[in-house]
């Protein structure tokens, strides 16, 4: 069974333009969640979708957003990026979004913001 | 507010010798725990969980972790390490109960296995 994908895997921008990754969840699985990887702040929780519902969001502006489609595929938009938007951004992605279940983490897609 | 702490941000140990990863929690209520690690380049791989039982937890890889409920703590072990263990190890913790709560996870611990 084919893990997690996030596509692009590297990106370059400039301040102030927008970006958005993808992210396709393992087979089956319904409920995507996104994270915020840097070395200062290490792991944060972005939000959470299941079933195209947002169902839990992190401690973010609102130029972060998220939605998920039909087929469980996410995708994450950043708008008017800063620099401190660098970051490794992970998506992870489970059956349900039930306590007791893991996340498997896609390898994350590496954003530079020049 | 739920948090983890993961005490130590190296652990260097010989290859061959026991390894501990320390992990401290704070949640209101009863939690879900994790540990994940992360290679270089890599997102995180999931390494093992205590939902309820046996307080010890067997993983992959050789990995294990103890439960401790008094001492609110979840520490990595491993009897034997091997070089190839050395990388960014996380500690989590979703609240049970709760089905809006999303992971939290401690800032990480780097694991240096010397040969």
């Known amino acids: 069974k084919a893990g997690v994908t996030q596509t692009p895997r590297y990106l370059i921008k400039t301040r102030g333009q927008q970006v958005t990754l993808s992210c396709s969840p393992i087979s089956g699985h319904r409920s995507v969640s996104w994270y915020q990887q840097t070395p200062g702040q290490g792991l944060q929780f972005l939000f959470e979708?299941?079933?195209?519902?947002?169902?839990n969001k992190g401690n973010f502006p609102g130029r972060f957003s998220g939605r998920q489609f039909s087929n469980s595929r996410s995708e994450m938009n950043v708008s008017t990026l800063e620099l401190g938007d660098s970051a490794l951004y992970l998506c992870?992605?489970?059956?349900?979004?039930?306590?007791?279940?893991?996340?498997?983490f896609g390898p994350g897609t590496r954003l530079t913001v020049t | 507010a739920q948090s983890v702490a993961q005490p130590e941000d190296q652990v260097n140990v010989a290859e061959g010798n026991p390894l501990t990863v320390k992990c401290t929690y704070s949640v209101s209520g009863n939690p879900y725990l994790f540990w994940y690690v992360q290679y270089p380049n890599r997102g995180l791989q999931f390494l093992l969980k205590?939902?309820?039982?046996?307080?010890l937890v067997k993983g992959s890889y050789g990995f294990e972790a103890e439960f401790n409920k008094s001492q609110t703590s979840f520490h990595l072990k491993k009897p034997s390490a091997l070089v190839s263990d050395s990388a960014l190890y996380f500690c989590a913790v979703r609240p049970l109960g709760n089905y809006g709560q999303n992971f939290v996870f401690g800032p990480g611990t780097r694991l240096s296995v010397l040969p």
């Open positions: 205590y939902i309820t039982g046996d307080n």
């Open positions: 992870a992605s489970s059956l349900e979004p039930r306590e007791g279940l893991e996340q498997y």
């Open positions: 979708y299941f079933s195209e519902t947002q169902r």
